[in-house]
């Protein structure tokens, strides 16, 4: 069984297209066909070793769910239900997409809300991420400087994201390996 398995929220799409852009670059022999998460269970986030996780952000710095307005339940209906699990041994990597300069003042905020709970839940989040290259005010996922996960804008930087994904995939590589 492939050993990465890839979840995502996505309302417009884009976090997907990311998504599946990681499991072509990874192959069918690493990663698993990519999930969107509000077809997904937590036993079937368990069944890998590593997790790679994708999510907008929505609202106000917030996860994409029925409240901020996205077309099916999503993250924000999802984390609620990994209360108490947990994911001793498992390494998750996080993406995330938003719009810097609509949005300048809340970021790519919504990884946060998946780096707190699977940190919660005893995971080893890797993929941390150089601010540098996006311009910004404020972003709740900047954790001591650098963001908790991969930054991408696919509206303002989308020339950026192939070059960006190649390396966040090479630096997180040796889990799978
Ligand atoms: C109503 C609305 C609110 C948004 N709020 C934020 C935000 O707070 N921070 C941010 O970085 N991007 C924000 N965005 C931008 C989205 O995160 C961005 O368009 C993303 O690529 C959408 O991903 P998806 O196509 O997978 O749904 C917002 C977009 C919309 C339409």
Redesign the pocket.
């Given at each position: 069984m492939a050993k990465v398995g890839i979840f995502?929220?996505?309302?417009?799409?884009?976090?997907?297209?990311?998504a599946k852009s990681i499991a072509r670059t990874l192959g069918s022999e690493i990663a698993a066909k990519p999930v969107n998460v509000r077809n997904a269970t937590v036993e079937g986030l368990l069944e890998y070793d590593v997790l790679i996780l994708?999510t907008?952000?929505?609202?106000?710095?917030?996860l994409?769910s029925l409240e901020?307005?996205?077309m099916t339940e999503s993250w924000g209906e999802f984390l609620p239900k990994l209360k108490g699990a947990d994911f001793s041994g498992k390494t998750v990597a996080i993406y995330?997409?938003?719009?810097?300069e609509?949005?300048p003042?809340?970021?790519?905020?919504?990884m946060i809300f998946l780096y707190q709970t699977f940190t919660e839940c005893n995971a080893t989040v890797v993929g941390d991420w150089s601010t540098e290259g996006y311009e910004?005010t404020h972003?709740e996922s900047v954790v001591d400087g650098r963001f908790v996960g991969l930054a991408?804008?696919?509206?303002i930087q989308k020339d950026l994201t192939p070059e960006r994904l190649t390396q966040w995939l090479a630096m997180i590589a040796p889990t799978w390996q």
């Open positions: 995502f929220g996505t309302d417009t799409g884009k976090t997907r297209q990311v994708g907008p952000t929505y609202g106000e710095g917030a994409p901020t307005g996205n995330g997409l938003g719009n810097q609509t949005y003042h809340e970021f790519v905020s919504a910004f972003s991408l804008d696919n509206e």
